[in-house]
Every structure is written in structure tokens, then in C-alpha cells.
């Protein structure tokens, strides 16, 4: 089992900047190909970025393609989500999530998920 715990959520003004972890916890974390979701309000929740296990496959959607950068540290059993040049249209709560599963991450089932964290994007 995995468990997940996001951090780095914060309050910014459009056109600045927010580095998202999650740290996971669980002896099989390696094991995970790890994704970022996020839902804003009154919205459902949508994928925004995943990385497979070795972190060569690398999945992003197109709103925030370019913009966001996912990236893991194995070592440190971490995952990360640079964001760059936010916009209002980013604010969400950010969720973490780890899956066993293969194949296509962006519609894949995530098996653990973090409580989430905040980003506001002011304009």
C-alpha cells in the first residue's frame, strides 16, 4: 500500500510560479507511476500530468502542456509539479496520486490519493 501527502499549494498572482510534492510512503513506491489531477470549483476533477516508474514516459494535458512540468525523485520518494506562468484558470485544489496500473496514465484507474492542496492564481 501507498500513502500520498501533497504539499506546496499557496496563493500566487497570474504570471508567477508554484513547485507541488508528494511525498508517498510504502516500500513499493517505486512500484507506482505516479499522476497530478486537479479540480477546481464547481468542476469535476481532471488529469493535468503523470510520469511512469523510470520517469521516461511523460503525460500532460493540454491545458497545462508547456507550462507544468512533472518530475520524481525515487530516491527521496517524491514527485513534483513545477508550474509556470499560472493563470486564474489554474486554481484548483491539486491532487497527487500513485497507480499500479500500466498503459495510458492520463485515463488510467489511480489505485491511492493524496488529500490535496490548494493553489490560487490571482489575476
Known amino acids: 500500500q501507498v500513502q500520498v501527502a501533497e504539499s506546496g499549494g499557496g496563493s500566487v498572482q497570474a504570471g508567477g510560479s508554484l513547485r507541488l510534492s508528494c511525498v508517498a510512503s510504502?516500500?513499493?513506491?517505486?512500484?507506482?507511476?505516479m499522476g497530478w489531477f486537479r479540480q477546481a470549483p464547481g468542476k469535476e476533477r481532471e488529469f493535468a500530468a503523470a510520469i511512469t516508474v523510470s520517469g521516461i514516459d511523460i503525460y500532460y494535458a493540454d491545458s497545462v502542456k508547456g507550462r507544468f512540468t512533472i518530475s520524481r525523485d525515487n530516491a527521496k520518494n517524491t514527485v513534483y509539479l513545477q508550474m509556470n506562468s499560472l493563470t486564474p484558470e489554474d486554481t484548483a485544489v491539486y491532487y497527487c496520486?500513485?497507480?499500479?496500473?500500466?498503459?495510458?496514465?492520463?485515463?488510467?484507474?489511480?489505485?491511492?490519493w493524496g488529500q490535496g492542496t490548494q493553489v490560487t492564481v490571482s489575476s
Open positions: 510504502g516500500r513499493t513506491y517505486n512500484s507506482y507511476n
Open positions: 496520486a500513485a497507480t499500479g496500473k500500466g498503459g495510458y496514465l492520463p485515463t488510467a484507474v489511480y489505485d491511492y
